[in-house]
């Protein structure tokens, strides 16, 4: 059985407010994938009734990072995220490495799993990130904790992410995730 591989978007209303939701399907990201995510999220930008944007994977992990042949000059959803006027908040789930790491760093509240790790191995491939990570990633926490994270390839579990604010919020559980937003 193969996972369905694309993307939804998904516009609610709850809470007295408007809600949008973006699920991208989890694992590596396809240049396909990341093309969708684009659009999406260029559709929402003019959208004034939405009053908060959630993005999330369908199945952990959140992302893997780049699945074979992503072709990170295509498109580049971490900047069409970062141009949206509402709040984004990330819900994330497991793994969130290279490309989905950019992604969540585009958003402004992180929350995760309390088995989340994180990191911007792409070094280990010869590259560097390539969707601002470099940039947002000296931002969300201490540029020597960032430098490090982007030279070695280190990773950062969920605590130790939450103690440098990377993430805003650990959930115990998966439960306490589904209900954190």
């Not at 978007?9 to 408007?18: I, L, Q």
């Not at 930008?45 to 959140?62: K, Q, T, W, Y």
């Not at 780049?66 to 497991?94: K, V």
């Not at 792409?122 to 904790?145: C, F, K, M, N, Y």
């Amino acid at each position: 059985m193969t996972a369905d591989r694309t993307i939804e978007v998904h516009v609610s209303r709850h809470h007295h407010g408007r809600v949008a939701r973006i699920s991208i399907p989890g694992e590596g990201l396809t240049t396909e994938t990341a093309r969708r995510l684009t659009a999406a999220a260029d559709a929402l930008r003019d959208d004034r009734d939405i009053r908060v944007l959630v993005l999330e994977a369908r199945m952990s992990p959140f992302c893997s990072g780049p699945a074979d042949g992503l072709d990170r000059h295509d498109t580049d959803p971490a900047a069409a995220l970062a141009a949206l006027r509402p709040p984004i908040i990330c819900r994330i789930d497991g793994g969130c490495h290279s490309v989905g790491l950019e992604l969540a760093l585009a958003t402004d509240i992180r929350v995760c799993s309390a088995d989340s790790v994180f990191s911007l191995a792409d070094v280990h491939d010869g590259v560097l990130p390539s969707w601002g990570g470099t940039q947002r990633l000296s931002r969300a926490i201490r540029p020597a904790e960032a430098t490090a994270m982007l030279l070695t390839g280190s990773h950062l579990e969920a605590v130790r992410a939450a103690s440098l604010g990377l993430v805003h919020q650990v959930a115990a559980d998966r439960a306490e995730l589904d209900t954190s937003v």
